[in-house]
């Protein structure tokens, strides 16, 4: 499995943007796929993730801002960033997990600046 992150960028405090990821391969029946982000200093840390069920889970600190939502036919991942401050600037992954094994993309860059 192959993941391509895109939708980086740098915006201003209260400003949106929206992440994607596309996870090659046919026919994937991915179980998890979802964000993880690296700030500068800081461990790598959950953003947010979605199940192949439709279940979600969020990072407090982005409870009510972000969003993520997924098409499995697709095999895409969207993070939905709202509301952005500017200690959500970090290096955004995503993840995926197919067959218990974990797989990540090459982080995208998002600058919360004024």
């Known amino acids: 499995v192959q993941l391509q992150a895109s939708g980086g960028g740098l915006v201003q405090p209260g400003g949106s943007l929206r992440l994607s990821c596309v996870a090659s391969g046919n026919k994937l029946n991915i179980n998890v796929m979802g964000w993880y982000r690296q700030a500068p200093g800081k461990q790598r840390e959950l953003v947010a993730i979605n199940t192949l069920g439709g279940s979600t889970n969020y990072a407090d600190s982005v409870k009510g801002r972000f969003t993520i939502a997924r098409d499995n036919a697709k095999n895409t991942a969207w993070l939905q960033m709202n509301s952005l401050k500017p200690e959500d600037t970090a290096v955004y992954y995503c993840?995926?997990?197919?067959?218990?094994?974990?797989?990540w993309g090459k982080g995208t860059l998002v600058t919360v600046s004024s």
């Open positions: 993840n995926a997990i197919y067959y218990a094994m974990a797989y």
